[in-house]
């Protein structure tokens, strides 16, 4: 599991202006990642707008990262949902020999009980040939996965290894800290609590700011898993700013359009998501140029 101690990004998907996947750009924002210190790779999580590619499209974006990526990293797949046996279904029909893990999203939409997502990931880790990390975020699923619930998981199945917590919640994090199984990562899903997190004994992150600004941020999180707060803290209050632009209006518009200043992709997403206004993309930009 030491693979999954520091940085892993949440890799976009590249579109070009007609909407078309741009590979090319693809294959520079895995280079970028890999060049600047980024320790894993998070593919068709959320950020990669996965709900709005075709089986084909989302079978082309693995292989392309997969070939680009020619094992330097670590590799972690999105698969989740909010229908139980659609996912159990995705799992087993995958080829997943290329991955490491297995990054899965609580249900959405549906609001199961706690006993029903326990129900729900104990299925999951009963199929899965690869190391499972549960995704805990309450804003875009609309229930949260309580500390008991996590914990009781991470204790009844080994190859359930981690947990992203993105429920934006410090006191529910230091819980799952102080209460988890002593190999059971903590990791943040996050950008503005990583550091907090990772210096109270998280593992790190799994980032969206971190593509963006690779170096900076995987540094920052290196310095608090050895903990040194000095030089972690100065990298988290320089990169603030850019953590709040990213995410105010919507992601992965924002992250978007950061990586449009940076020259690595254009700034589209698909509907029903829109682009970031120019009024945000000013602001990016007079950021990176100040940075």
């Known amino acids: 599991m030491k693979q999954f101690l520091g940085t892993g990004v949440a890799l976009i998907t590249p579109f070009k202006k007609d909407k078309s996947i741009d590979y090319k750009a693809l294959e520079k924002l895995v280079n970028y990642q890999i060049d600047n210190g980024i320790d894993y790779l998070v593919v068709l999580g959320t950020t990669g707008e996965p709900a709005t590619l075709s089986i084909d499209e989302k079978e082309h974006v693995k292989l392309k990262i997969i070939e680009v990526n020619n094992g330097r990293l670590p590799l972690v797949i999105g698969i989740g949902g909010n229908n139980t046996a659609a996912v159990l279904n995705e799992i087993e029909q ?69 947990v992203k917590e993105a429920a934006g919640n410090m006191d529910q994090a230091l819980r799952l800290l102080q209460n988890k199984p002593e190999d059971f ?28 600004l690779p170096r900076d941020f995987s540094d920052m999180i290196r310095f608090a898993l050895n903990n040194n707060a000095i030089e972690a803290r100065s990298l988290h209050f320089k990169s603030m700013n850019a953590i709040d632009y990213i995410f105010k209006e919507g992601n992965p518009s924002g992250i978007k359009a950061l990586l449009n200043k940076l020259n690595i992709c254009e700034p589209y997403v698909r509907l029903p998501l829109i682009e970031s206004t120019q009024h945000l993309q000013d602001k990016i930009n007079d950021f990176i140029d100040n940075y």
């Open 94 to 162: 995958s080829d997943l020999s290329a991955f490491d893990a297995i990054l899965s999203v609580s249900p959405y939409y549906n609001k199961p009980s706690q006993e029903g997502l326990y129900r729900h990931f104990k299925e999951i880790a009963q199929v899965s040939p690869k190391p499972i990390i549960l995704y805990n975020v309450p804003g875009r699923t609309a229930q949260n996965m309580e500390p008991e619930t996590v914990i009781r998981l991470a204790s009844d199945f080994s190859n359930i290894i981690a």
């Open 185 to 212: 990562l903590v990791i943040s899903g996050d950008d503005m609590m990583a550091l907090p997190m990772t210096l109270t004994g998280g593992a790190g992150v799994i980032s969206v700011i971190g593509q963006g």
